[in-house]
Antibody, heavy 119, light 108 residues
Framework: QVQLVQSGAEVKKPGASVKVSCKAS????????MHWVRQAPGQGLEWMGI????????SYAQKFQGRVTMTGDTSTSTVYMQLNSLRSEDTAIYFC????????????WGQGTLVTVSS | EIVLTQSPGTLSLSPGERATLSCRAS???????LAWYQQKPGQAPRLLIY???SRATGIPDRFSGSGSGTDFTLTISRLEPEDFAVYYC?????????FGGGTKVEIK
């Protein structure tokens, strides 16, 4: 069965970076795209960007351009999301979510990783 | 970007009642590229509907989606206890992908 398993919760200070992982299993990793979506406490969902694990091409939401990097490792079927220059507003649950090549609706989600930014 | 507005913000209903949730887009959503998700506390969202009206695998037929252009609806024909949750719409016709603010369906 398809599973997306994310790394554990993180606590970071303002200005630091965080790198969250998402390990996929149960399907052919390179046949699907992976996205990152975040959810601030008590708030809605916000799309951050997409990575094609086959080749590594990425596209980021304008809001995160210059601050986010998404990478993939086909040998371990894992994708990573690194967010730099953290601020308190980045406190959120970060989800990885899979889509087919096109169109982009999310059929499987990771369990989420809570990132807390606090001094 | 396409802004999605969901209404109402909260829907208070009893089990067995019908729920009608609305999602309105600021621009036409191409090819009816609209999805609906259910989210329960402490869980990731779950895909219910894609392509505006196609049920995802394993989703009961009491969930149905309709609409096109800028107006979309999710209907739950008879609420079961496990249906009380927050529901989000999402458009994937144009980048950036965007979500509505959510509708909470709560027990009356």
């Amino acid at each position: 069965q398809v599973q997306l398993v994310q790394s554990g919760a993180e606590v970071k200070k303002p200005g630091a970076s965080v790198k969250v992982s998402c390990k996929a299993s149960g399907y052919t990793f390179t046949n699907f795209y992976m996205h990152w979506v975040r959810q601030a406490p008590g708030q809605g969902l916000e799309w951050m960007g997409i990575i094609n694990p086959s080749g590594g091409s990425t596209s980021y939401a304008q809001k995160f351009q210059g601050r986010v990097t998404m990478t993939g490792d086909t040998s371990t079927s894992t994708v990573y999301m690194q967010l730099n220059s953290l601020r308190s507003e980045d406190t959120a649950i970060y989800f990885c979510a899979r889509t087919i090549i096109t169109p982009y609706y999310f059929d499987y989600w990771g369990q989420g990783t809570l990132v807390t930014v606090s001094s | 970007e396409i802004v999605l507005t969901q209404s109402p913000g909260t829907l208070s209903l009893s089990p067995g009642e019908r729920a009608t949730l609305s999602c309105r887009a600021s621009q036409s959503v191409s090819s009816s590229y609209l999805a609906w998700y259910q989210q329960k506390p402490g869980q990731a969202p779950r895909l219910l509907i894609y392509g505006a009206s196609s049920r995802a695998t394993g989703i009961p037929d009491r969930f149905s989606g309709s609409g096109s252009g800028t107006d979309f609806t999710l209907t739950i024909s008879r609420l079961e206890p496990e249906d009380f949750a927050v529901y989000y719409c999402q458009q994937y016709g144009r980048s950036p992908l965007t979500f509505g603010g959510g509708t909470k369906v709560e027990i009356k």
